[in-house]
């Protein structure tokens, strides 16, 4: 497969009726969405994955303690190694971000050799991966009550080093090509706070009770938009993204998950190929030109 430098999702349409889309391959920066419950959370992220699961050139990887969200992907052929189900193994929550932050690293650590300052082409070589995080301050909570239940020694608690992984890969991954997507029903300031927020570029809120959650993650909301929120419909929202305006959208809704499942399964056969011709295109290169070294 060729490199693509654009991979663009439809996230839904505006209040002109104009659909609003982000390309995930050119805008380098990680997501946060926040919604109570029936704020349509669900809806609107089966329709980002299921667009980003069916490219080739994404890599879906994550953490999800509902057990439901990231099911396809573990499903999938070739299967996504790096998702956690559930909240049963902190061990696997760790594995799965020091995974990010590994392949973060090493990706940086390439970046003098081909002088470049960031990854803007993607294969399924060296894929855009793709986060998710899913109910994330239940994920710190789980890994709280756990290291609390268990008397974990300070260096050994869960809690604080998944917090810190995540608040490195938020800090110095997107220009490697990851992009983080972290869920909560309301945004905190130990989610957002501080410098943290800078790092959340793509910004969503569904319906949420409390105004202090707006401004939390649009500070420059006006009283007017806070009050607006408290009376969303599912599926309605503010949409900020780099570069533009604050928007009000209309996310797409994706429908039952029998329909979200079967986008992922279905997009598998395209999926394998891809990696699979990638590879073999690899091989030939690696056995043409030996001085180019492991092809990985
Ligand atoms: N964009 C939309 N347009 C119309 N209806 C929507 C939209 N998004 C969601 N809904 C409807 O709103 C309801 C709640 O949606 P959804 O399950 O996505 O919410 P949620 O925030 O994930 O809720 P939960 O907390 O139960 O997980 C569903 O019946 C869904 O069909
Ligand atoms: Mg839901």
């Not at 990706?107 to 995080?133: G, H, N, Q, T, Y």
């Amino acid at each position: 497969m060729d490199q693509t430098d654009t991979i663009p999702i439809a996230i839904g349409w505006n209040e002109l009726a104009q659909p609003v889309m982000v390309d995930i391959a050119k805008d380098a920066a990680h997501w946060l969405i926040q919604g109570k419950t029936r704020s349509g959370k669900s809806q609107c992220t089966y329709n980002l994955l299921a667009q980003a699961g069916s490219n080739p050139a994404v890599r879906v990887v994550g953490v999800d303690p509902t057990s439901v969200l990231l099911a396809p992907f573990v499903h999938r052929r070739p299967a996504e190694p790096n998702i956690e189900l559930g909240l049963n193994d902190f061990d696997k929550v760790l594995r799965v971000l020091q995974f990010v932050k590994a392949e973060s690293d090493r990706r940086i650590e390439c970046f003098w050799d081909r002088r470049i300052d960031k990854i803007s082409l993607f294969s399924p070589a060296l894929p855009l991966i793709l986060l998710v995080l899913e109910e994330f301050p239940g994920i710190i909570e789980g890994a709280q009550d756990f290291d609390a239940t268990n008397g974990l020694k300070p260096a050994d608690r869960y809690a604080p080093r998944i917090t810190s992984l995540v608040r490195q890969i938020a800090a110095q991954s997107a220009k490697a090509g990851i992009r983080m997507l972290l869920l909560a029903q309301r945004a905190e300031a130990s989610i957002v706070g501080g410098n943290a927020r800078s790092n959340f570029a793509v910004k969503m809120t569904l319906r949420v009770d409390e105004p202090e959650s707006v401004k939390m993650l649009h500070p420059n909301a006006t009283p007017e938009e806070c009050a607006l929120v408290e009376g969303f419909v599912p599926g309605q929202g503010f949409f900020d993204q780099p570069g533009l305006r604050r928007q009000m959208i209309r996310t797409v809704r994706v429908g039952e998950y029998s329909t979200y499942a079967s986008y992922v399964e279905n997009a598998d056969l395209a999926y394998e190929a891809a990696l699979n011709i990638d590879r073999a295109q690899r091989m030939t290169i690696a056995s043409e030109y030996p001085h180019l070294g492991d092809i990985g």
